[in-house]
């Protein structure tokens, strides 16, 4: 009733065709009339007969109620990817959780459901492929991944020891054990396993960062130098390479190009606390008092700023 009088009002039929037309100027009409390819030519004319005033008053009404319908939740689109899912519509329903974190944009509720359902699928995925290929050494590293992801460390770690007994050859498996080990600080055993990745594939950045790394931390900076170099020059933009390098060449009184690099990380990594108290060190060494007090304030309030994010959880 109350939408057969608004439309039988031409005046409010004209408010509602004003409405239509700034909304197609805003692009957000997805209708699929017959109707919409005329549209332009109608809409813009001076007059209208009352059937096409009618229709477009219509038309504007569903498209303001389009525009402005509330938007989902999130419960509401994680059923529609689950139901596509359950479908057998994988495709369909990862691009649809796409959709929804797209429209959800760091809202946390989303982010976990995502997360918990991605995992969910890995899961199942995994577990099919231990059936088709259980003795595979590809089954066992992606396995090894998928509980790196998780942090399950030691299953990892399990996994990748699998996974190199049946292709020792394989490029790749000897940084996975040994960065593995690395992340669990046993420099030891991570040693062996990335100077054999080396061997394999000299140009590893990750394994030369690695062990430049593991020199630098047992205060053999000299040999952790080449490592570090090699590391850089095989990913230019590997930040925490460079850092280690730039903490590399000021241990060996190599200032200038320790300032060169611990620069270059700080310009693109500004809240990376560690590399101002680096920088801090070389203004000093180098007698720039100024710039190294104003280094170590800023360490101390990126420090600062990440206790109370801590804290506020």
Request: positive net charge; aromatic residues 6%.
């Amino acid at each position: 009733m109350v939408i057969h009088t608004l439309l039988s009002c031409r005046k409010q039929q004209l408010k509602l065709v004003f409405l239509l037309k700034a909304e197609l100027a805003r692009g957000h009409s997805r209708s699929k009339s017959p109707w919409r390819d005329h549209l332009p030519a109608i809409i813009t004319r001076v007059t209208l007969s009352e059937v096409e005033l009618a229709w477009l008053s219509i038309f504007a009404l569903l498209l303001l109620a389009q525009a402005h319908r509330p938007a989902a939740t999130v419960r509401e689109l994680m059923d529609r990817v689950q139901a596509l899912l359950d479908a057998g519509k994988t495709a369909d329903g990862l691009q649809q959780l796409r959709e929804m974190l797209d429209s959800h944009r760091g809202d946390p509720e989303a982010e976990f459901e995502a997360g918990a359902l991605l995992e969910e699928l890995a899961g199942a995925t995994f577990k099919r492929m231990e059936r088709l290929a259980p003795e595979s050494a590809e089954t066992h590293e992606l396995l090894g991944k998928y509980y790196e992801a998780q942090g399950k460390l030691p299953e990892a770690l399990a996994q990748y020891r699998i996974a190199l007994q049946k292709n020792s050859q394989a490029p790749g498996l000897h940084f996975l054990l040994g960065n593995v080990l690395w992340k669990q600080r046993d420099f030891e055993a991570a040693l062996p396993e990335l100077q054999a990745e080396l061997r394999l594939n000299p140009g590893h950045s990750m394994a030369n960062h690695r062990i430049g790394n593991i020199y630098l931390l047992r205060d053999e900076t000299g040999r952790a130098i080449p490592y570090l170099e090699k590391g850089v020059r095989g990913e230019p933009s590997f930040l925490a390479c460079r850092r280690d390098l730039g903490k590399a060449y000021r241990l060996a009184g190599k200032l200038t190009d320790a300032l060169r690099q611990l620069t270059f990380v700080a310009e693109r990594s500004p809240d990376d606390e560690s590399v101002h108290a680096q920088l801090a060190a070389v203004y000093r060494a180098l007698g720039n008092n100024e710039k190294a007090l104003a280094e170590l304030k800023l360490q101390r309030e990126l420090l600062r700023r990440r206790s109370e994010a801590a804290r506020s959880k």
